[in-house]
């Protein structure tokens, strides 16, 4: 692994050699951080996240549509978690780095064809504009500074390459205003009566919602945030808002229609739920000029 990803190593970078990845070690762990590396951690726990949110032909269609031909392309997934985007994408880059804070996700990753690296993704160990490509999937809700995760993203981007993100929550479609609050806020006892959801025990619900740290009314990611973030930077911006349930119609201009209780969460809000503003999120495709 250290031979595949010298060339793109930064000067003087400390790595570790661990069996499943490369460690940069971590300098600081914040509560956030800690979260999540419980979290994905668990096999299991990681393994259902990505099959429950990250796996359906939609997500496969979508993301096909937005990066095109890897073939021969230098790939960055940050957040990767167990294989987050390239366990489910047919094709194969030609290097194909997996940057992650959970040393089991990492393993799984590995298994599914990534040079996988432990590190912090607001200080990544790589030189500045060396990937084709770079992605992040369901990433920048789990960090606590969005926008320097976002740039740190961005200087890793070659001139002609392309920066893609997807399943961030939309700002003004989760910002849940009166009645539609309380039943937000009530939402996990609501889950555990009806016995829905996607976790199985109140520890994986605990951890899930703690390393969701920008998953909840009045956070979330906007148009204008990813514009006035990477434009400066010299990228081409277009920001696509959708509703998980279409593929590669979403880079066409549509948004598909949420399920029933997001759409009363936004009725309910005093939002029309299908304006572009009510979709649950927004993918951002960017090239660099």
């Given at each position: 692994?250290?031979?595949?990803?010298?060339?793109?190593?930064?000067?003087?970078?400390?790595?570790?050699?661990?069996?499943?990845?490369?460690?940069?070690?971590?300098?600081?762990?914040?509560?956030?951080?800690?979260?999540?590396?419980?979290?994905?951690?668990?096999?299991?726990?990681?393994?259902?996240?990505?099959?429950?949110?990250?796996?359906?032909?939609?997500?496969?269609?979508?993301?096909?549509?937005?990066?095109?031909?890897?073939?021969?392309?230098?790939?960055?997934?940050?957040?990767?978690?167990?294989?987050?985007?390239?366990?489910?994408?047919p094709?194969?880059?030609?290097?194909?780095?997996?940057?992650?804070?959970?040393?089991?996700?990492?393993?799984?990753?590995?298994?599914?064809?990534y040079?996988?690296?432990?590190?912090?993704?607001?200080?990544?160990?790589?030189?500045?504009?060396?990937?084709?490509?770079?992605?992040?999937?369901?990433?920048?809700?789990?960090?606590?500074?969005?926008?320097a995760?976002?740039?740190?993203?961005?200087?890793?981007?070659?001139?002609?390459?392309?920066?893609?993100?997807?399943?961030?929550?939309?700002?003004?479609?989760?910002?849940?205003?009166?009645?539609?609050?309380?039943?937000?806020?009530?939402?996990?006892?609501i889950?555990?009566?009806?016995?829905?959801?996607m976790?199985?025990?109140?520890?994986?619900?605990q951890?899930?919602?703690?390393?969701?740290?920008?998953?909840?009314?009045?956070?979330?990611?906007?148009?204008?945030?990813?514009?006035?973030?990477?434009?400066?930077?010299?990228?081409?911006?277009?920001?696509?808002?959708?509703n998980?349930?279409?593929?590669?119609?979403?880079?066409?201009?549509?948004?598909?229609?949420?399920?029933?209780?997001?759409?009363?969460?936004?009725?309910?809000?005093?939002?029309?739920?299908?304006?572009?503003?009510?979709?649950?999120?927004?993918?951002?495709?960017?090239?660099?000029?």
């Open positions: 692994m250290l031979a595949t990803l010298t060339p793109f190593l930064a000067p003087n970078t400390d790595v570790l050699e661990q069996e499943h990845y490369l460690e940069i070690p971590l300098q600081s762990v914040s509560p956030g951080l800690n979260a999540n590396i419980y979290y994905f951690n668990h096999p299991e726990w990681a393994e259902e996240y990505l099959t429950y949110c990250h796996r359906s032909e939609s997500f496969r269609s979508r993301w096909q549509a937005a990066l095109g031909d890897v073939t021969n392309k230098v790939v960055v997934d940050i957040g990767c978690g167990p294989g987050n985007i390239f366990a489910t994408l094709h194969k880059p030609k290097v194909l780095i997996g940057v992650d804070v959970a040393p089991k996700s990492l393993e799984l990753a590995k298994q599914a064809g040079t996988t690296v432990l590190a912090d993704a607001t200080s990544l160990p790589f030189q500045t504009g060396f990937a084709d490509i770079v992605v992040l999937n369901a990433t920048l809700h789990h960090c606590e500074d969005m926008a995760i976002l740039a740190e993203a961005a200087r890793l981007v070659k001139p002609g390459g392309l920066l893609v993100t997807d399943h961030d929550p939309q700002l003004s479609a989760w910002d849940y205003k009166g009645v539609a609050k309380l039943l937000w806020n009530a939402r996990l006892v889950y555990k009566l009806m016995r829905q959801g976790h199985k025990t109140d520890s994986q619900q951890w899930g919602l703690a390393c969701e740290i920008h998953h909840k009314p009045g956070h979330g990611v906007t148009n204008a945030f990813f514009k006035q973030i990477l434009q400066p930077l010299g990228f081409e911006v277009a920001v696509y808002p959708h998980h349930d279409l593929g590669a119609e979403v880079l066409k201009g549509e948004k598909g229609t949420a399920e029933r209780k997001y759409r009363l969460g936004n009725l309910l809000s005093g939002r029309n739920p299908d304006a572009d503003t009510s979709a649950l999120t927004l993918m951002c495709v960017a090239r660099r000029q």
